[in-house]
């Protein structure tokens, strides 16, 4: 298992913006419980073909605006290099030093042929060095089970390289719930000179119907050992969530006590699942693992 460190470790908290007032009215209960645990930065999601980009920029600056470090997500399906650029001077007016820079899925009904002036993130972060030089951190997305689209393991792995080699800072990964697949895929990394943080993508288990369609979506492989102890408790969420952070706070014990540089949280704008995570691993102090 190879170590992720001396880099500096970091711990992030991701969010989707709102659809309802009252949706950002209880995310702002949830941003400011978790700003208290002081993390190193929140992040905001960009829907399909940049759908909900007037919500993600109005979550991105009420956030930073109240001096948090935030990173918006960017995505280059379905846009022009106008509209990105546009963007990129908007944040770099507000302050904004963090990108989370995406391919992005198509929305619903739309044909392969409207991708747009962009087909791929790493077109995307080449576009963001060339128009704002060094002024963003950049994460990209790795995929330590392989992106569900790629045509093999090797090729999503020089895929990733595509996108360090474009200029990006760090990486963020898709979830998973085996430890071991994260270590592979960083010494599959560094073999190709691959020289950046990559941050495990921790998800939380609350659900255990919800994060099955989605894990069938985005390839992540939920272990048979786990998916049966979910099952065995039908509705039972209070079992579920028990069970789900236990596991979920082993595997992050693991994670960091053999090097990775820290945790990124993908909280589905709920505080409490996270936060048990974080509590068990003493994160508030930053121990050291």
């Known amino acids: 298992m190879e ?12 969010f989707f913006p709102p659809k309802t007032e009252n949706g950002m009215e209880k995310l702002r209960e949830v941003r400011d419980t978790l700003a208290r645990r002081k993390p190193d930065f929140f992040s905001v ?3 399909a073909g940049g759908t909900t980009r007037e919500r993600t920029l109005d979550t991105v600056f009420q956030l930073h605006d109240l001096g948090i470090s935030t990173a918006p997500h960017l995505s280059c399906i379905g846009a022009d290099r106008a509209s990105i650029t546009e963007l990129l001077d908007q944040y770099k007016e507000r302050g904004i030093q963090r990108i989370v820079a995406l391919r992005g899925d198509l929305p619903s009904g739309v ?4 991708h747009g002036e962009l087909r791929y993130a790493n077109d995307l972060v080449a576009l963001i060095r060339q128009h704002s030089g060094d002024h963003f951190q950049i994460e990209v997305a790795a995929y330590p089970e392989t992106h ?11 895929n990733f390289k595509k996108k360090v080699d474009a200029g990006a800072t ?3 990964t898709q979830y998973f719930f085996n430890a071991e697949s994260y270590f592979y895929f960083v010494d599959r990394c560094e073999k190709l000179g ?9 998800m939380p288990i609350t659900n255990y119907s919800k994060l099955a ?5 985005c390839g992540a492989e939920i272990p048979r050992w786990i998916r049966k102890q979910l099952e065995s408790y039908g509705d039972d969420l209070d079992s579920i969530g028990k069970f789900g952070t236990d596991v979920v706070t082993r595997m992050c014990e693991q994670l ?8 990124h949280f993908y909280t589905l704008n709920q505080a409490e699942p996270s936060l048990a995570i974080w509590d068990n691993l003493g994160l508030t102090d930053k121990i050291a693992f």
């Open 3 to 14: 170590s992720q460190l001396p880099f500096k470790r970091r711990f992030s908290f991701e």
């Open 45 to 47: 999601t960009y829907g």
């Open 111 to 114: 044909g392969v042929g409207a």
């Open 148 to 158: 569900p689209q790629a045509s093999s393991a090797q090729a999503d792995l020089l």
């Open 170 to 172: 760090s990486a963020i």
């Open 194 to 202: 691959i020289n950046l943080p990559i941050v495990p993508g921790i």
């Open 213 to 217: 369609r989605f894990s069938e979506m």
């Open 256 to 263: 960091l006590k053999s090097g990775a540089p820290g945790l």
